[in-house]
């Protein structure tokens, strides 16, 4: 799909723009001129806004921040592919030798290797994408105060520390992103379910490859080991699934801001 503007870049999503024109739409904007101010006149005091506010700011595009965002994703799925391969494999291997087949020890060995190959990668792979992930949602928060400051209930420093606080990264991150959503997203559409999609199985995906990782590492016997193997196949395949609706979450938003801009919903 070709961008509706300049009809040769790659659209973000369907009839929309591709990124150099969204990101030429952000560029062009400039602050709203304020009223003539008068030096001996001086007004009545002003309250400041809380320090997480973002009153007056212009938005600033997250195109670049999304596009990192989504090829690190596609990282993410590429590395737990990897890992389901090599854990099928070694499921195999396993059942051979609890079927009385000796002579697949050295490709247990040779199997154990990979795995975990394929699990510093998926580590690597993970906080890599975390911490380019709260950069891009961080660009996003900021605009969402822009176009409805008074619209988010939790202050900007939880946009990080609702990941990593326990009980309350349960639901803060959701929260955050909700509004945000509702500030970006035009009256009249409703896309939400891509937030709750993206943040439900985020926690199944964490929730399952935390607690199977831990039955893995502390199985000592074969037929342990290759249950377990099997249980991280399936929680492998999970964030697959996870990782996918992470992306549709990012490039929905993303492309709803850039629609904001587009469309002159947002006025600086």
């Given at each position: 799909?070709?961008?509706?503007?300049?009809?040769?870049?790659h659209a973000?999503v369907?009839?929309?723009?591709?990124?150099?024109?969204?990101?030429?739409?952000?560029g062009?904007?400039t602050?709203?001129p304020?009223?003539?101010?008068?030096?001996?006149?001086?007004?009545?005091?002003?309250?400041?806004a809380?320090?997480?506010?973002?009153m007056g700011?212009?938005?600033?595009?997250?195109?670049?921040?999304?596009?990192?965002?989504t090829?690190?994703?596609?990282v993410v799925?590429?590395?737990?592919?990897?890992a389901?391969?090599?854990?099928?494999?070694?499921?195999r291997v396993?059942?051979d030798?609890l079927?009385?087949?000796?002579?697949?020890?050295?490709?247990?060995a040779?199997?154990?290797?990979?795995?975990?190959?394929?699990?510093?990668?998926?580590?690597?792979?993970f906080?890599?994408?975390g911490?380019?992930?709260?950069?891009?949602?961080?660009?996003?928060?900021?605009?969402?105060?822009?176009?409805?400051?008074?619209?988010?209930?939790?202050?900007?420093?939880?946009?990080?520390?609702g990941?990593?606080?326990?009980?309350?990264?349960?639901?803060?991150?959701?929260?955050?992103?909700?509004d945000?959503?509702?500030?970006?997203?035009p009256?009249?559409?409703?896309?939400?379910?891509r937030v709750?999609?993206?943040?439900?199985l985020?926690?199944?995906?964490t929730?399952?490859s935390?607690l199977?990782?831990?039955?893995?590492?502390?199985?000592?016997?074969?037929?342990?080991?290759k249950?377990?193997?099997?249980?991280?196949?399936?929680?492998?395949?999970?964030?697959?699934?996870?990782?996918?609706f992470?992306i549709?979450f990012?490039?929905?938003?993303?492309?709803?801001?850039?629609?904001?801009?587009?469309?002159?919903?947002?006025?600086p």
């Amino acid at each position: 799909m070709l961008c509706r503007k300049c009809g040769k870049g790659h659209a973000l999503v369907e009839d929309g723009l591709c990124a150099r024109c969204a990101d030429e739409a952000f560029g062009s904007l400039t602050p709203a001129p304020g009223p003539d101010v008068v030096p001996d006149a001086p007004g009545p005091p002003v309250r400041p806004a809380p320090p997480f506010r973002t009153m007056g700011a212009l938005p600033l595009s997250p195109n670049a921040f999304a596009l990192a965002v989504t090829v690190l994703l596609a990282v993410v799925v590429v590395t737990d592919l990897f890992a389901i391969v090599v854990g099928v494999q070694e499921f195999r291997v396993l059942s051979d030798l609890l079927a009385g087949q000796d002579g697949r020890t050295a490709d247990l060995a040779r199997l154990d290797e990979s795995y975990a190959l394929a699990g510093k990668l998926q580590w690597y792979v993970f906080l890599a994408t975390g911490v380019m992930f709260i950069a891009w949602l961080f660009r996003v928060r900021h605009n969402g105060e822009v176009f409805a400051p008074d619209g988010h209930s939790k202050a900007r420093p939880w946009v990080l520390f609702g990941f990593v606080v326990p009980i309350a990264n349960l639901w803060f991150p959701r929260r955050i992103a909700l509004d945000i959503w509702a500030a970006s997203e035009p009256a009249g559409r409703w896309g939400r379910w891509r937030v709750d999609c993206w943040w439900f199985l985020w926690l199944a995906a964490t929730a399952t490859s935390w607690l199977l990782g831990t039955w893995y590492e502390e199985a000592e016997t074969l037929t342990d080991i290759k249950d377990a193997t099997g249980a991280l196949v399936v929680s492998d395949a999970v964030d697959i699934v996870s990782a996918a609706f992470a992306i549709l979450f990012v490039r929905s938003l993303t492309a709803l801001q850039n629609q904001k801009v587009m469309a002159g919903a947002y006025r600086p």
